[in-house]
């Protein structure tokens, strides 16, 4: 059974029961009641309550729900009383809210708040040995001390994005139990530096999320392995330069490092072998030398566009497993692939850069898909793949100081001939 506050108005409908007020300082006891019985879910637009609609207040119907949600709350601090039995608490909107308390033998397995005033985690956290998910998102918090999360021993996620958090307190003496966390948000906080040492005691960790923050700096100075990481995000921070060379990870599948400043490639762990997806989209890249990739033999898909590219080549010979390339949104003029084997490559996006010679790939794959949007390129030079253009393998719309014309995303054959007067 979900109880649920907030914007709700109506009656009995495919299970759910929607009652716009409910007054608990004189029969709305009863009418809940009477709602529970007949519904899987209850919504209450409005409900008067003589204290506050948290503490002892859910122990009068602990034993007729196991989820309540909360769209607004209004109150400084929400208490779950001693051995309540609800297991999810999702509070949406708490401006006003600065405390969480849990009290012992509680039976919470999620609990959300966003939108509050929570300056910390919940003192009580310990207190919730059964939680599995813990997302505190839009909130006040500072800082995160990493030992508050040693007694919650199944806590699978933890989303703390959009706070305030501007450090990381390590758990410096080695704890009696490593942590379980497999999922760390901290997105678009305030984290300036970071210690890759930090998450030494998190040997469960899949996913680290640190995008949209502050980042100038990550610390790798010490060897560490991270066994089952597999998505690691730094999208959106302010990174210049990256050494990951100590870092082990056997395991990574996805590294996002769009939207920083860098300005060459970054010093990546020597072996990364099940790395499928980079992205370095938005960066101050200026040249790429396609052998940098010749460590990782199951990369996949390369984003490098939005850079300042200005040539691609391949200064000793490798062979890649990549099946896209995208260098969109450089200011490319040359473009060479040879010594670079790419027998898997499907896409190779060209669009919005400066070539004036037609790139050499369709001699040595014939089925690639080539986009060359915004380019330099000639009526005669288009023509002569009208083939592939008839079939959409290529993707053309000409530099407005090209010899062709037109505006579509995509020029057919007969636009480019009126264009071009054949």
């Known amino acids: 059974m979900q109880l649920c506050y907030g914007q709700c108005v109506g009656s009995i409908f495919y299970g759910t029961c929607s009652i716009p007020i409910v007054n608990m300082t004189t029969d709305g006891g009863t009418r809940l009641r009477k709602a529970f019985e007949a519904a899987q879910q209850v919504r209450i637009q409005k409900m008067i309550v003589s204290i506050s609609p948290s503490g002892p207040f859910l122990q009068r119907f602990t034993s007729f729900v196991d989820s309540v949600s909360y769209l607004n709350y209004r109150e400084a601090t929400f208490q779950v009383p001693d051995g309540n039995t609800i297991s999810v608490f999702t509070i949406w909107s708490a401006p006003e809210m600065r405390a969480f308390i849990a009290g012992s033998n509680t039976h919470i397995e999620f609990l ?34 990493l030992d508050m999360l040693a007694d919650n021993q199944i806590l699978k996620t933890l989303d703390l994005s959009y706070n305030h958090i501007r450090q990381l307190l390590p758990i410096t003496e080695r704890p009696a139990r490593m942590l379980s966390i497999e999922t760390l948000a901290l997105t678009g906080n305030l984290l300036q530096h970071l210690d890759m040492t930090d998450f030494k005691f998190m040997p469960q960790l899949l996913k680290l999320h640190v995008g949209g923050n502050l980042i100038v700096s990550l610390n790798a ?24 060379r100590n ?95 790419t027998p898997n490559i499907t896409l190779l996006l060209l669009g919005q850069n400066r070539l004036t010679v037609f790139p050499p790939v369709y ?53 480019i001939q009126d264009c071009c007067g054949k």
Not at 128 to 140: D, V
Not at 291 to 307: A, E, G, M, T, V
């Open 112 to 145: 959300e708040i966003s939108q509050c005033s929570l300056d910390r985690v919940p003192q009580t956290l310990p207190k919730m040995t059964k939680l599995k998910i813990l997302s505190i998102r839009q909130c006040k918090l500072t800082v995160l001390r």
């Open 221 to 244: 100075l010490l060897p560490i392995t991270m066994e089952n990481l597999i998505e690691f995000s730094l999208e959106t921070n302010k990174i210049t330069a990256l050494d990951l």
């Open 247 to 341: 870092l082990t990870l056997p395991k990574l599948e996805f590294l996002g490092l769009s939207g920083n400043t860098l300005t060459r490639l970054p010093f990546l762990p020597r072996s990364l072998p099940k790395l499928n997806s980079l992205s370095l989209m938005s960066n101050n890249l200026t040249q790429l030398d396609l052998s940098y990739f010749r460590p990782y033999p199951n990369l996949n898909k390369i984003d490098i566009s939005y850079n300042q590219i200005t040539s691609v080549r391949t200064s000793s010979p490798v062979r890649l497993s990549v099946s896209t390339l995208d260098l969109r949104y450089n200011q490319i003029t040359t473009f060479n692939l040879t010594g670079c084997d």
């Open 363 to 415: 001699e040595k794959y014939p089925n690639i898909r080539l986009s060359i949007s915004w380019n330099l390129l000639f009526c005669d030079t288009l023509l002569y793949y009208k083939e592939k253009i008839q079939k959409y393998d290529l993707m053309v719309e000409p530099e407005r100081d090209s010899l062709t014309c037109g505006k579509t995303y995509s020029l057919q054959v007969k636009q």
